[in-house]
């Protein structure tokens, strides 16, 4: 199986080639080029000694995240899935984000910061086939955000936690997740894909949308 994955939520955007088991090569730009993102992928593709009418599909993080950055994702994996007649597997970046702690071996709570006094979240819980989503992404106000977390031992991961840090104060079962791992990777995307692509949950690639949980965000046409 070959996919090819585009993660565009946060300003480092990334490219990565799963071939047959591995992921094979990967790439990285911190930028809102659309131009320089198609050529990350014409790169991961050219190294990897993979054709694209070879791929088997598409993965690509839907959000939410950088309106700007996921229209462009979304919009690039449509474009190439549409021309060579591929599907696509569309994952909330929330959990690919939430793969960086698969071996924390406690709930992965995320908490980010959605701007105008508000925060996403969702919640991850550990298991034998790795972290199974226990809470939808969710856009709330920081302290009903906070009331979405498990009781018990916590992992928390995002800004969040730095904007709104008084709030976790006095919680000693609560314990904030390096920063390194915040940020979601087109690496974890292609394996979250690769474990679900052969139970055929693809999209066509017309039905792939951003998922910005703002609502007045989300009236865009032309998709």
């Not at 911190?30 to 990350?40: F, G, N, T």
């Not at 449509?78 to 698969?102: C, D, G, H, R, Y």
């Not at 292609?190 to 609502?215: E, M």
């Amino acid at each position: 199986m070959k996919l090819l994955g585009i993660e565009t939520s946060t300003p480092t955007h990334s490219v990565a080639l799963w071939n047959e088991g591995r992921i094979t090569f990967r790439r990285e730009v911190s930028s809102l080029a659309s131009d320089s993102l198609v050529e990350r992928v014409r790169q991961v593709l050219a190294e990897g000694e993979v054709p694209p009418e070879k791929l088997d599909g598409f993965t690509v993080s839907i959000g939410p995240g950088s309106f700007t950055g996921l229209r462009i994702g979304v919009a690039a994996v449509k474009t190439l899935a549409w021309a060579l007649k591929k599907p696509v597997l569309p994952i909330s970046s929330l959990e690919v984000t939430a793969q960086n702690f698969i071996a924390a071996g406690r709930p992965v709570f995320l908490f980010l910061d959605a701007r105008k006094k508000k925060v996403y979240t969702a919640c991850f819980i550990p298991g034998p086939s790795g972290l199974t989503r226990s809470a939808p992404d969710r856009l709330l106000p920081p302290e009903p955000g906070l009331a979405e977390a498990p009781a018990g031992s916590v992992l928390f991961v995002g800004d969040g936690t730095r904007k709104y840090a008084d709030l976790l104060k006095g919680k000693s079962e609560w314990t904030v997740a390096p920063e390194a791992g915040w940020i979601p990777s087109a690496e974890r995307l292609v394996r979250l894909a690769a474990a679900r692509w052969p139970a055929g949950v693809v999209d066509d690639p017309h039905t792939v949308v951003p998922q910005y949980l703002y609502s007045a965000e989300s009236h865009i046409t032309g998709w």
